[in-house]
């Protein structure tokens, strides 16, 4: 068992440009979620897919933000344009079905300057 | 809204120690609890589990019991160890809303030898 894989583990960019955090779910898993953890917010939920398709986005901080599940084996995250508040360690959790237990990856740190 | 409360950390213990972190929930019908450990640099990964009331979900040496009466889920430990330091989250699965997971804002353990 391979366990959720995020790609990069550590993202530094200047403000202004363009960010893409890549995330493969455990294989046979129907539902993926974008967490972001911060120390002033603790762990959000950002958005959730079931069956790679988005059924709550509501955590979507603002319009620079968008996720995208093109098949059941990859997600992204982008943000464009990044700005320094974005800094904070990006999750990605996969799930066999919407109420099973989540199974996280090991996160992708940005910092953006 | 479903809310989670946790006791603020960081804890410190020394090896051996008793351990309990506090839990408390706010939600409508019936949810599922769970624990949540975060070890440095890696996702969360799930500790234990209830689904109902009085259940007592259990695994390395933690124990947490479902407590209707009191909205509680408490977390404990009766000797804790140095790898035990890490950082806790305590979250809530209510079936009315939507299957997703709310969490507590996590509370920090330190165990020194």
């Given at each position: 068992?391979?366990?959720?894989?995020?790609?990069?583990?550590?993202?530094?960019?200047?403000?202004?440009?363009?960010?893409?955090?890549?995330?493969?779910?455990?294989?046979?898993?129907?539902?993926?979620?974008?967490?972001?953890?911060?120390?002033?917010?603790?762990?959000?939920?950002?958005?959730?897919?079931?069956?790679?398709?988005?059924?709550?986005?509501?955590?979507?901080?603002?319009?620079?933000?968008?996720?995208?599940?093109?098949?059941?084996?990859?997600?992204?995250?982008?943000?464009?344009?990044?700005?320094?508040?974005?800094?904070?360690?990006?999750?990605?959790?996969?799930?066999?079905?919407?109420?099973?237990?989540?199974?996280?990856?090991?996160?992708?740190?940005?910092?953006?300057? | 809204?479903?809310?989670?409360?946790?006791?603020?950390?960081?804890v410190?213990l020394s090896e051996e120690a008793f351990l309990t972190i506090?839990c408390?929930?706010?939600?409508?019908?019936?949810?599922?609890?769970f624990w949540y450990v975060q070890y440095?640099?890696?996702?969360?990964q799930l500790l234990l589990k209830a689904?109902?009331?009085?259940?007592k979900g259990s695994n390395k040496g933690f124990e947490a019991t479902?407590?209707?009466?009191?909205?509680?889920f408490h977390l404990e430990k009766g000797s804790v160890q140095v790898s035990d330091s890490a950082v806790y989250?305590c979250?809530?699965?209510?079936?009315?809303?939507?299957?997703?997971?709310?969490?507590?804002?996590?509370t920090?353990l330190m165990v020194?030898p």
């Amino acid at each position: 068992d391979a366990g959720v894989i995020q790609s990069p583990r550590h993202e530094v960019t200047e403000m202004g440009q363009e960010v893409t955090l890549r995330c493969k779910p455990i294989s046979g898993h129907n539902s993926l979620f974008w967490y972001r953890q911060t120390m002033m917010r603790g762990l959000e939920l950002l958005i959730y897919f079931n069956n790679n398709v988005p059924i709550d986005d509501s955590g979507m901080p603002e319009d620079r933000f968008s996720a995208k599940m093109p098949n059941a084996s990859f997600s992204t995250l982008k943000i464009q344009p990044s700005e320094p508040r974005d800094s904070a360690v990006y999750f990605c959790a996969s799930s066999l079905q919407e109420n099973s237990p989540l199974h996280f990856g090991n996160g992708t740190r940005l910092t953006v300057t | 809204g479903d809310s989670v409360t946790q006791m603020e950390g960081p804890v410190t213990l020394s090896e051996e120690a008793f351990l309990t972190i506090n839990c408390t929930y706010t939600a409508t019908g019936y949810p599922s609890l769970f624990w949540y450990v975060q070890y440095p640099g890696e996702g969360l990964q799930l500790l234990l589990k209830a689904t109902k009331a009085d259940d007592k979900g259990s695994n390395k040496g933690f124990e947490a019991t479902y407590r209707k009466e009191t909205t509680s889920f408490h977390l404990e430990k009766g000797s804790v160890q140095v790898s035990d330091s890490a950082v806790y989250f305590c979250a809530l699965r209510n079936n009315n809303a939507g299957n997703m997971l709310t969490f507590g804002g996590g509370t920090r353990l330190m165990v020194k030898p």
